[in-house]
């Protein structure tokens, strides 16, 4: 069984920074996806980065130059370092793992951005 959790959300400031932590654990596969999803009130859940097991990233254009995706293997983490923070991010932050077919989701950590 895989269990994904989340830390780290909170209120800011724009221009602010938060970063989040999404610790996994349970069986791993050692070629995985992981990413960060978010999703705001009435809105769809959208890709925010991902990153492969070899450190591969990618971004969805309107965090790009503004967040940073990372992961540590050893420690079954994987991190979100979000810098230059906008009310536009306010939403609830989701971790994601996509190993063998199956995606897992953790339970959300909620990001506020004030203007």
Not at 16 to 40: K, V
Not at 51 to 68: E, H, M, P
Not at 92 to 109: A, E, K
Request: aromatic share 10%; glycine share 12%.
């Amino acid at each position: 069984q895989v269990q994904l959790v989340e830390s780290g959300g909170g209120s800011v400031q724009a221009g602010g920074s938060l970063s989040l932590s999404c610790a996994y654990s349970g069986t791993i596969s050692a070629s995985n996806a992981m990413g960060w999803y978010r999703q705001a009130p009435g809105e769809q859940r959208e890709l925010v980065a991902s990153i492969l097991s070899g450190g591969s990233t990618n971004y969805a254009d309107f965090v790009k130059g503004r967040f940073t995706i990372s992961r540590d293997n050893a420690k079954h983490t994987v991190y979100l370092q979000m810098n230059i923070l906008k009310p536009e991010d306010t939403a609830d932050y989701y971790c994601n793992l996509r190993q063998w077919g199956q995606s897992y989701w953790g339970q959300g950590t909620q990001v506020t951005v004030s203007s």
